[in-house]
């Protein structure tokens, strides 16, 4: 990756939006991290419209090609950025859905322990409440959440987003610029451990070059 120049692939990150609304706030934040992702940092958005219900009789089938792409997209990937809406206190259903679907997988480069963060617009609570239910689902798959600094937008503020959903806030872009920085230095201390032999304690150099 080009966080220090050591390698020029970037950090690839599936975005993923807990909304299916067209001019859902969560999809416009995913397009607005997209434009200002920091250099060594690529966002790819998986619309998740068409994964059916996770039926453990379908599962046994075959998984569906909308199942199939997902799992694949969070394979090549080597980090997960998810946007959730607040329903009744919680994630979407569709949002739950695509994680239980993702966490069956069991080959190399699935949820387990893939760094993960999350992000929301919604409510006076800014999809709080909704991100620490996923805090609590996304720990029982294995993957390395970063919660700080935070991102927790009150979608329905005034000059926030615009009608289609697009993140039109200076201030609300800035909080999220600085979050998507920390994420791209938290996903590769774990990805590429070796790169920061410099900036470890000896236990944590021995570690890293085992």
């Known amino acids: 990756m080009t966080l220090d120049g050591s ?9 993923i939006s807990g909304s299916l609304r067209k001019a859902s706030f969560n999809t416009g934040l995913l397009r607005a991290a997209r434009e200002i992702a920091p250099d060594g940092m690529e966002i790819n958005i998986f619309d998740i419209r ?5 039926d453990g009789d379908v599962e ?3 998984d569906p090609a909308p199942v199939i792409a997902l799992k694949s997209a969070v394979r090549d990937a080597d980090a997960v950025l998810f946007a959730t809406p607040e329903y009744n206190w919680g994630t979407s259903g569709v949002l739950k859905n695509a994680i239980d679907w993702a966490s069956r997988d069991r080959e190399e480069g699935s949820l387990m322990g893939k760094p993960a963060t999350l992000i929301g617009a919604g409510g006076r609570a800014g999809t ?3 991100q620490m239910q996923l805090l609590e689902t996304l720990g029982e798959t294995g993957s390395v ?3 700080k600094p935070g991102v927790h937008i ?17 201030a609300t872009k800035e909080a999220l610029r600085r979050h998507l920085d920390e994420f791209m230095n ?18 944590d150099i ?3 070059q085992a």
């Open 154 to 170: 009150q979608a329905f503020a005034p000059g926030t987003f615009d009608s289609e959903g697009n993140l039109i806030d200076e």
């Open 145 to 147: 959440v970063m919660v």
């Open 128 to 130: 709080a409440r909704a």
């Open 50 to 54: 068409d994964l059916p219900f996770y």
């Open 7 to 15: 390698n020029e692939s970037p950090l690839r990150v599936l975005a």
């Open 186 to 203: 938290w996903s590769a201390r774990l990805l590429w451990p070796r790169h920061f032999i410099g900036f470890a304690c000896e236990m």
């Open 206 to 208: 021995a570690l890293a």
């Open 60 to 62: 046994a089938q075959g």
